[in-house]
Nanobody, 127 residues
Framework: QLHLAESGGGLVQPGGSLRLSCAAS????????IAWFRQAPGKEREGVSY????????YYADSVKARFAISRDNAENTVHLQMNSLKPEDTAVYYC????????????????????WGQGTQVTVSS
């Protein structure tokens, strides 16, 4: 069994930065793929970024490329999402999710590919 816990959300002004963390506990070695999703009010959940410990591949949604960076600390079983140059449209609840499949390709952003989800952390970008 795997448990995921997100942290690091909060209120930030446009142009600011936040660092989200996703701490995994339990059967971490069974879930080599971790992704970040977000869901804004009235919108569908969307994939933000993905990382695989199998081969280190990473993916980003077009809307966050060059602003967000995903990384994984294997010693701490934690995945981070560094978010820079934040915009009001980045406001959402951010979730981390884990998959037993080691190397997702183009379908990495489909939420139905992930078996375990965290409870989410709110990110609000507003002046």
């Amino acid at each position: 069994q795997l448990h995921l816990a997100e942290s690091g959300g909060g209120l930030v002004q446009p142009g600011g930065s936040l660092r989200l963390s996703c701490a995994a506990s339990g059967s971490t070695s069974d879930y080599p793929s971790i992704a970040w999703f977000r869901q804004a009010p009235g919108k569908e959940r969307e994939g933000v970024s993905y990382i695989s410990t199998e081969d280190g591949r990473v993916y980003y949604a077009d809307s966050v490329k060059a602003r967000f960076a995903i990384s994984r600390d294997n010693a701490e079983n934690t995945v981070h999402l560094q978010m820079n140059s934040l915009k009001p449209e980045d406001t959402a609840v951010y979730y981390c999710a884990a998959s037993i499949w080691p190397k997702w390709g183009d379908v990495w952003s489909r939420s139905d590919r992930y078996e375990v989800w965290g409870q989410g952390t709110q990110v609000t970008v507003s002046s």
